[in-house]
């Protein structure tokens, strides 16, 4: 079964680095996304792209976040001077074209990138 | 207002029995998706169950049916025949006309032997 791939799987960072998280989302797909649950919490909204450009950000998604589809395949997250407060698991996403008021247009998660910031 | 609010923060059920696990939702959209997502502890999310809002009958995906009550907004995940293995965190969401999901607090269920 087609899954999305993220990288790493864990990383540990000093506050204030740059970090940036990886993934391939499945190959069909048009829509990405990034989504973070911090540790016990609910999963949140960060960002969606499609066609090359951000559709929707949540406020969470500030500068201190960029996105980017550098190639054919993969899709990062770069955060640029990491804070202790963005601990936490980011979660890439991404679903085929279509409207996404449809059965059969689900997201597909990764297994996700825990992110520690020190 | 939460959009979607999962009130049972934990929930216990023995083998082969059923669980419902509750989620109501808010919304004024006519047009809304509800899902249903699983989380192990190895933590990745896992898509359990889909529900459109005007779809006519109650989805289900095998031992997974959401019991849509459109008038009270909830969409309840039943689980029947529990198993040791579908111990996890289980997360209600919500896709209004955007292309985001709002999730739930999300709820833990223990099946225990």
């Known amino acids: 079964e087609p899954e999305v791939t993220q990288t790493p799987s864990h990383q540990v960072t000093q506050m204030g680095q740059e970090v940036i998280l990886r993934c391939v989302p499945i190959?069909?797909?048009?829509?990405f996304y990034w989504y973070r649950q911090i540790l016990g919490q609910k999963v949140e909204f960060l960002v969606s792209f499609y066609n090359n450009e951000i559709s929707e950000k949540s406020e969470i998604f500030d500068d201190q976040f960029s996105v980017e589809r550098p190639d054919g395949s993969n899709f990062t997250l770069k955060i640029r001077s990491t804070k202790l407060e963005d601990s936490a698991m980011y979660f890439c996403?991404?679903?085929?074209?279509?409207?996404?008021?449809?059965?059969?247009?689900?997201?597909?998660f990764g297994a996700g990138s825990r992110l520690t910031v020190l | 207002a939460q959009k979607i609010t999962q009130t049972q923060p934990g929930m216990f059920v023995q083998e082969k029995e059923a669980v419902t696990l509750d989620c109501t939702y808010d919304?004024?959209?006519?047009?809304?998706?509800l899902f249903w997502y699983k989380q192990p502890s190895s933590g990745e999310m896992i898509f359990l169950i889909y529900q459109g809002s005007y779809d006519q009958q109650n989805a289900t995906e095998g031992r997974y049916s959401l019991n849509f009550q459109k008038a009270r907004k909830s969409a309840n995940l039943v689980i029947s025949a529990s198993q040791l293995g579908d111990s996890a965190m289980y997360f209600c969401?919500?896709?209004?006309?955007?292309?985001?999901?709002?999730f739930g607090t999300g709820t833990r269920l223990q099946v225990f032997p």
């Open positions: 996403a991404s679903r085929g074209p279509g409207q996404p008021l449809s059965g059969a247009n689900v997201l597909t």
């Open positions: 969401a919500m896709r209004e006309n955007t292309d985001k999901l709002i």
């Open positions: 190959s069909n797909h048009l829509y």
């Open positions: 919304t004024s959209d006519p047009s809304y998706g």
